[in-house]
């Protein structure tokens, strides 16, 4: 029995690249109470893979696997691929991080990928979108962004530069002649070509690795860019490894093949500014290979995702492997803006021009106007009197009306000029494109300055002078998360994202053929992991010159540590800190990383669930005292926000309080010392709460925190199989699915087969299909278990999203599903007959034996009618 290829869970944030966007999904259809067959809503979005993985027994090199066993492996596989009738398409094949290889098979014969002897385990090549980060009008500084993560510090007043370290970008590319690279590019290799869309057939090997989607050469720059924008470590050596073509998406094989490229290229550092939304199991191939590329000596920096709109249980793989430092998004502190400046004093005001019109002047001056207050919550989405504005630039307060309304409106009036200022804090960029066009300048400003040039013009006549001049204005969000930034926990409730760093509105280097002044400005977490990337080459330099190198899988223990959480974005006057399970540790410090004496061990604390209410959670912290001298550290807590609900998220009030064995830890020069902290749950059920234990020392060192996070009540109470469940098969045309909601007859060839569509509201550790007999309900075959299970499924992006799941008309004769594997006989056809499919799904950390951890569903009766061979 066959189960389908999971496509592309939507979002994938992957390239955190701000990664990708989910399509739009309708409701699920509902059943019909007839035989007819009605088309899927076309809003259903169908995330079923098109490639897999298959894990092969043996353990990759670097775990101390041997490579002539390996290749015997891969060569059995294919052998026995052959002999069963598979019909199997090589992509790729792994042995330095994960054992196996990439395939494309049909649908119908996923099932039997799992039946070949030798096989470990199947998953799904998951589609990553590539990433274009969120443009912005906006000039920010690159100099605030470092100064965020102390790295202006480390350069200035430390020396640090990243010299000596090599940083990998897996990337779209690196537009080689751009100068804030040159003579420090030491391997490169492109995976792709430029032709490749995710859709065809790669063409690895070129010579060149240049950058024609713009996003890895401002990941770059981030990272390591010298000259006139400085990135974290502008000295250090660069590995370019391109997994994207010129357009469309990469897949999570090439990935990991770009991993182990780095490996043998002997990378310090590797960046991936891309992932897997959604598919938060730590077990996935990218952040398996992404965690013994870990071990193997190289820290990993990946970016949690884009999908903060999406819930939580967002973060994607590779970012939540085990040893991978996953990366959240902090918003930039400042911008650059354009200005012009008001009477009578000349005051300054910063702006940007609105998408459609002519560009603000960098001369001549104008009365001003304004049309409401700055209550007014419809200002100018009427029409204003013909001349009443003529010759002036008017004040309109954003809100009610679409821009382009309201510079209409005051265009009509005879308005010379418009400035809106916001109706919410800090800056904005508008459009006022349309119908007829906007031939006057339309600029926006912040709602403080709009508040300030309401005043004046209320008080008597002001006017207003364009300048060629900018200047630097502070973001109100600056150091808060970004609202796109994805939440943790991962599937198996362990604490991601690890750490924050700047990633909102981001001016780094851009390909000259894209942009001729080579800086761009980005958003997203594929902006926030590279200024991990580049710190983490600073500790190295750091600690390497002191004598004292560091191992790759404390990079970000050392991280976490030192790191400062920050308040909570949705009302930071409340005094309240930002969920740990979308913040991690909070924002990376790289000088408090290179100073630090002291570390505790473990760096964050995954509690898991608290099925009985009023229950703790204790853990041992353990304190390394590498100074000189005694050092006695006292104990606190901070609690931060908690987070109810799954695709739509409510913010809960800190859900937990902690104890310790005693108020403080002495710890003796070059010594260790340990502490007890009993965390309580205090919230509701299903919550995810969270909050940081605090060590602060008496002698004026760095003050360490360690993270923690867990999951209030009983996991398993969070169901899987909600929403869409229903048989269809493949509509005419091939392009999406019929709904079958009755009794249904198929041939089981070419696409006449059922498939069955499920939305999965949460993760799934297996899902299987048993074949019963319709009549007696029996297994068929009885003497056997006949089963198809795939395993670690993600979550679907949206409350519509749904996977395809197929059955071929076959079944595995295997003696079961043992919670490790099947053990392998061989597959055949069912006899012509009737036939249900019972699908189970065992819930995220559940136990098969426990009735209540296992979701079913069976589909309507199945009427094989093969034809007679």
Known sequence: MTVSRLLRPSALALLSLTLAACGAQRAPVAAQPDTTLQALSAGSENQTPRAWFVELAGAP????????????????????????????????????????????????????????????????????????GERSAETPDMTTAIAQTGADVAQNE??????????AIMDTGLDLDHPAFAGRVVASYDFVGDAYDGTNTPVPGQDTVDDCGGHGTHVAGIAAAGGAVKGVAPQASLGIYRVFGCAGSTDSDIMIAAMERALADGMDVLNMSIGASFNSWPEYPSAVAASNLVDAGVVVAASIGNSGTGGVFAAGAPGVGDKVIGVANFMNTHVFLNEFTVSPDGTKMGYQNATGAPAAPTTGTLPMAKTGTPTSATDACSPLAPGSLTGQAVLIRRGGCTFYIKAQNAQNAGAAAVVIYNNAAGPFAGTVTGTPAITIPVVSVSDTQGALLNNRIAAGPTTMTWTANSGSYANPTGNLLDSSSSYGLDAKLGLKPDIGAPGGLIRSTYPLSLEPSGYAILSGTSMASPHVAGISALVIQAKRAAGTPIAAGDMRGLLQNTATPKPWSGNPGLGFLDFVHRQGAGMANVVNA????????????????NEVAGGTKTQTLTVTNRSAGTVTYTLGHQGALGTAGNYTVTAQLPGASASFSAPTVTVPAGSSASVTVTITPTGAAKTVYGGYVVFTPDNGSETLRVPYAGFQGDYQSLNILTGLKTMAKLNAAGTGY????????????????????????????????????????????????????????????????????????????????????????????????????????????????????????????????????
Do not use: C
């Not at 530069?161 to 940083?167: D, P």
């Not at 290179?594 to 669930?609: D, F, I, Q």
């Open 738 to 869: 019929d709904v079958l909601s009755a009794p249904s007859t198929f041939t089981m060839q070419g696409s006449d087969y059922p498939q069955f569509l499920l939305h999965l509201d949460h993760f799934a550790r297996w899902i299987k299909l048993d074949v019963v007999d319709a009549a007696t309900g029996q297994p068929v075959h009885s003497q056997f278990f006949n089963a198809s299970t795939d395993e670690y499924l993600p979550r679907n992006s949206t409350a519509t999203g749904f996977f395809a799941f197929a059955w071929d008309g076959q079944v595995s004769w295997s003696r079961g599903y043992n919670g490790v594997g099947n053990t392998h006989d061989k597959r055949k056809p069912v006899p012509n007959g009737q036939y249900i499919v019972k699908i189970s799904a065992l819930k995220a950390l559940g136990d098969a034996a426990n009735a209540a951890h296992v979701e079913r569903w069976q589909s309507p009766v199945i009427t094989v009618n093969a034809p007679k061979k």
């Open 594 to 609: 290179v100073k630090a004496t002291a570390s505790v061990t473990p760096s964050k604390l995954s509690l898991g669930e």
């Open 61 to 132: 090199t670097s775990k101390g696997g041997a490579r002539a066993q390996l290749a015997q492996e891969r060569q059995a596989f294919r052998d026995q691929a052959k002999a069963l009738g598979l019909k199997v398409k090589d992509r790729l094949e792994f042995e330095r991080l994960w054992n196996g290889v990439s395939v494309e098979v049909a649908d119908a014969d996923v099932a039997k990928l799992r039946d070949v002897p030798g096989v470990k385990a199947v998953f799904p090549v998951l589609s990553v979108p590539m990433p274009d």
């Open 158 to 167: 430390l020396g640090l530069t990243g010299q000596g370290v090599k940083i």
